[in-house]
């Protein structure tokens, strides 16, 4: 099972990134897909996840309205505008049954918003 993450780097608040997640090794479409954050210091927070089908997704309050998650054949996106400081964390990619649970995860991608 491999999930890789990228698309991570630095950006000035207010901008834009595209967090790309490559699946491979699993039943992709059989799994829910979420995207975790982890800042220093804080508890790991659940950004999105996507349904299997793809119909259904569902977002933290923080990041409603700004963030938008996708997914295609063995691939999910996270799609972030409007990048505040305050979403600087290692992003990471995980697939589950469910998605408060994942089985898998990825490695992690840097976001970094800073002027």
């Known amino acids: 099972v491999q999930l890789v993450e990228s698309g991570g780097g630095l950006v000035q608040p207010g901008g834009s990134l595209r967090l790309s997640c490559a699946a491979s090794?699993?039943?992709?479409?059989?799994?829910?897909m979420s995207w975790y954050r982890q800042a220093p210091e804080k508890e790991r927070e659940l950004v999105a996840y996507?349904?299997?089908?793809?119909?259904s997704t569902n977002y933290a309050d923080s990041v409603k309205g700004r963030f938008t998650i996708s997914r295609d054949n063995a691939t999910v996106y996270l799609h972030m505008n409007s990048l505040k400081p305050e979403d600087t964390a290692l992003y990471h990619c995980s697939a589950g049954a469910n998605p408060y649970n994942p089985n898998y995860w990825g490695q992690g991608t840097q976001v970094t918003v800073s002027s």
């Open positions: 996507i349904s299997k089908s793809g119909d």
């Open positions: 090794g699993f039943a992709f479409r059989w799994y829910y």
